[in-house]
């Protein structure tokens, strides 16, 4: 095999992983420290009655990312833009 045959594939397979929007892109998009952002999701995973799907997507001691149009990012962006009470 050469290397210009494996090269093709490597690029095909790059190019099929969906694009993942992250904590920092979501936090400059709300106009938000990604800390702040950080915090807030963390707080929003726990309660499970209103963001059913953040607190079981997210794995602990993980980054946050999202496949983009998702449930999941939906409800972030909704946890992020809540008023605190």
């Known amino acids: 095999m050469t ?4 090269k093709p594939d490597t690029v095909r397979q790059d190019s099929e992983k969906p694009t993942m929007v992250t904590l920092d892109q979501l936090a400059r998009e709300m106009k938000m420290s990604p800390r702040d952002a ?3 999701l963390r707080l929003a995973a726990k309660q499970t009655k209103q963001y059913p799907n953040l607190g079981k997507d997210h794995v ?3 980054q946050w990312s999202w496949t983009p149009g998702s449930k ?8 992020l833009s ?3 009470v």
């Open 38 to 40: 950080r915090m807030l």
């Open 60 to 62: 602990a001691r993980q």
């Open 3 to 6: 290397t210009n045959e494996t």
């Open 72 to 79: 999941v990012l939906e409800e972030a962006r909704k946890a």
């Open 82 to 84: 809540a008023p605190l």
